[in-house]
């Protein structure tokens, strides 16, 4: 029995209170809490699975997770994607070990069972004694990811039967979206493979971190920029045509003031390349938009998804229990980009955001200490502020959701929290609010 934490169970509310800025620390450290993540949330919410050009042909896969459950994206022979947990029906074996490939099906190591792409039991070792017991195969396939879609490239899964549609779960995210997934028309793709790393920190402090905190950057990566990118970034998130947007919990924070300012943070090549796709892009998305492209700007999808537009490095934060996460990271380009252009951003994302990059050990540093900190029994029972910008709600002719005035804000993490505690508390669809 562990009174405190059922206890604490029953006051999600006052875990985070967002009119007055302030949340406890408890939601980065207890078990209970966590448990409960995985349960609401992570097998609920639409999950970020891949990119399209991950898996073009019938058979290619790709393994993942959704929350800490294994799973595995498969293109079927229908050019449809299908996923499925990535793990044996008959004594649970870890069924596909690669993590990307091409197969006409799948094989279990410990007693043979095969499946096809489609996940049906194929055929098993020792078939005959199966039939003898009655065997009905076609009651042992392997379990589907309740529904998987895309988004102009990228691919999601929810675990959930009745989550609303992918298109419902963005909402008037996709707007913001096609800022970097439908600049051209003529799609994006990850180049590279994906860079997989461990941080022991809780999975949520990446998620805020890039769902809108700016702020860090000038302070928290300034001399790994001026040592290695030859340049400050104290300036970053001040100008003043700058924003927070969310759309239930999603979150983006950009500014307009100088297109392809942090392209790869500094690669002349990659802004000359985002200064000469500008009208095209101010053709097809209108002139605003056009200028979020490649700006100082990063974004999360609610729950795990994040990504930062100049960079164009994408990630997810993959929870592996309160303090620890496994961090996969890709680099999407313009399929249309020169090659030139799409190596650089590829190295773009190595010098960065990799687990050999300089802002990503600035970044691991801080969220691993704030973390490990609230190991401390005291400590834990202490609030942390997040009321930054409190009041900078306006409304703009242009930008759908909510929108907030200036990146040196709080706002989207609020937002974020807001959309966490929603899911915590919710029992059903229909009791998360739209926001
Ligand atoms: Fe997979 Fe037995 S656990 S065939
Ligand atoms: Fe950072």
């Known amino acids: 029995k562990r009174p405190r934490q059922q206890a604490a169970l029953e006051d999600l509310d006052q875990y985070i209170n967002i009119a007055e800025g302030r949340m406890s620390r408890k939601v980065f450290w207890e078990r209970d809490i966590y448990e409960q993540e995985l349960e609401k949330i992570f097998s609920r919410a639409w999950l970020f699975l891949g990119h399209t050009s991950q898996i073009p042909k019938a058979g290619d896969y790709v393994t993942t997770s959704m929350g800490e459950d294994d799973v595995l994206v498969v293109r079927q022979k229908d050019g449809a994607v299908k996923a499925f947990l990535n793990t044996c029906p008959h004594r649970g074996n870890r069924l596909c070990f690669s993590e990307v490939g091409t197969a006409r099906g799948f094989i279990c190591n410990y007693h043979g069972w095969s499946f096809g792409i489609d996940g049906a039991l194929r055929g098993m070792h020792e078939s005959a004694a199966y039939e003898a017991s009655g065997f009905d195969k076609s009651k042992h396939g392997l379990h589907e990811v309740a529904q998987v879609d895309s ?50 920190c809780n999975w949520k402090f990446g998620a805020e971190n890039f769902v809108g905190d700016i702020m860090h950057a000038g302070w928290t990566h300034d001399s790994a920029a001026q040592a290695m990118l030859g340049g400050s970034v104290g300036e970053l998130g001040k100008a ?65 998804m994040s990504f930062l537009p100049g960079q164009n490095t994408f990630r997810v934060w993959q929870p592996r229990g309160p303090g620890e996460i496994e961090l996969h990271t890709w680099t999407l380009v313009n399929k249309s980009a020169p090659d030139d252009i799409k190596e650089r951003y590829r190295r773009g994302t190595m010098i960065t955001f990799s687990p050999s990059g300089v802002f990503e050990m600035d970044d691991g540093e801080n969220f691993e200490y704030s973390t490990r900190t609230n190991r401390g029994r005291v400590t834990r029972e202490q609030d942390l502020f997040l009321g930054l910008g409190m009041g900078s709600k306006i409304d703009h002719p242009e930008f759908p959701g909510n929108v907030f005035q200036g990146q040196i804000n709080e706002a989207n993490q609020r937002a974020y929290y807001q959309r966490w505690l929603d899911f915590m508390k919710a029992e059903s669809w229909d009791d998360l609010p739209q926001r």
């Open 151 to 200: 988004y102009k490239g990228l691919i999601f899964g929810t675990l959930d039967p009745t989550a609303p549609s992918l298109k419902e779960y963005l909402g008037d995210f996709a707007w913001y979206l096609d800022t970097l997934l439908d600049m051209d028309g003529e799609g994006t793709e990850f180049i590279g493979g994906c860079v997989k790393s461990v941080m022991k």
């Open 240 to 304: 003043p045509d700058s924003y927070h947007v969310n759309v239930n919990g999603h979150g983006w924070e950009f500014n307009l003031d100088k297109v392809g300012n942090t392209a790869t943070f500094g690669d002349k090549e990659v802004r000359k390349y985002i200064h000469e796709i500008q009208p095209k892009v101010a053709e097809r998305l209108g002139h605003t938009r056009s200028m979020m492209i490649g700006s100082v700007s990063s974004a999360t999808i609610f729950p795990n």
